[in-house]
């Protein structure tokens, strides 16, 4: 249980007292600047992979927490990662790229507009968990792509 515990929390970014769902995708902003810093480069395929095994697991793990912690806890932050990293698919990683995915994964999460709601409301267990936040990285990415091609200075 106790390594459910951790994927679900993001070693504990969930257990936040305040926002957790922010601390859950700050794991994600950290990740992606500790690559930068390092001058490791991200393809589109190993973030492909990455989102892929995470949600997998997420799934799996939250599927085995919720006996436990209830439908949805607030403390299962592992889909806000996935959902962040999402929003970083086929872009430029820069700090103002890191940043904004940051801020329109955020709003996308707390809003929850066309299906995100429905997902969160409808879809249960460890996939629906996922699900909201998968949608809002999708969301995330779109509005992403175009504030890339209005303002091309972003992505460089």
Do not use: Q
């Not at 504990?12 to 794991?27: Q, S």
């Not at 086929?90 to 995100?116: E, H, Q, S, Y």
């Not at 409808?122 to 968990?129: C, E, F, R, S, T």
């Amino acid at each position: 249980m106790i390594i459910h515990k951790a994927i679900v929390t993001v070693l504990g970014m969930g257990y936040a007292p305040l926002a957790p769902g922010t601390f859950g995708t700050l794991a994600g902003v950290i990740a992606m600047s500790a690559l930068l810093l390092l001058d490791i480069p991200v393809s589109t395929p190993v973030l492909l992979v990455a989102i892929a095994v995470l949600a997998a697991i997420g799934i799996f793990s939250t599927d085995m927490i919720i006996p436990a912690w209830g439908d949805d806890p607030s403390r299962v932050v592992i889909d806000e990662l996935v959902g962040y990293l999402i929003a970083l698919l086929w872009i430029p990683i820069n700090w103002k790229t890191i940043v904004i995915a940051f801020v329109l994964f955020r709003f996308f999460d707390i809003l929850k507009p066309l299906g995100v709601r429905w997902i969160d409301n409808n879809v249960k267990g460890g996939l629906g968990v996922m699900m909201d936040d998968v949608l809002a990285g999708i969301y995330a990415c779109i509005a992403l792509h175009a504030i890339i091609y209005l303002a091309p200075n972003v992505g460089a």
